[in-house]
């Protein structure tokens, strides 16, 4: 019988097997699992972090035209 994973073997799992997934963009993908291994996965935490991101792409996108 297989042993029951705690909840947070389970989270574990989860952020460390976002890096293999390539249907993910894999900025936001280090960005959750950062956030979640430094303890700051909190919806403030994630809407900054989002935005961040997304003014990156803006800055690449108008710096590529």
């Known amino acids: 019988m297989d042993e029951v994973q705690s909840g947070k073997e389970l989270c574990d799992q989860f ?3 976002l890096k293999s997934r390539s249907d993910l963009d894999q900025k936001m ?3 959750l699992r950062d956030l979640y291994s430094e303890g700051k996965l909190t919806r403030d935490d994630i809407l900054q972090g ?3 991101l ?3 792409k ?3 996108a108008k ?3």
Request: net charge negative.
């Open 58 to 60: 803006e800055d690449e």
């Open 29 to 31: 993908a280090m960005l």
């Open 50 to 52: 989002l935005e961040t």
């Open 63 to 65: 710096s590529q035209t």
């Open 15 to 17: 952020f460390e097997a």
């Open 54 to 56: 997304r003014v990156e």
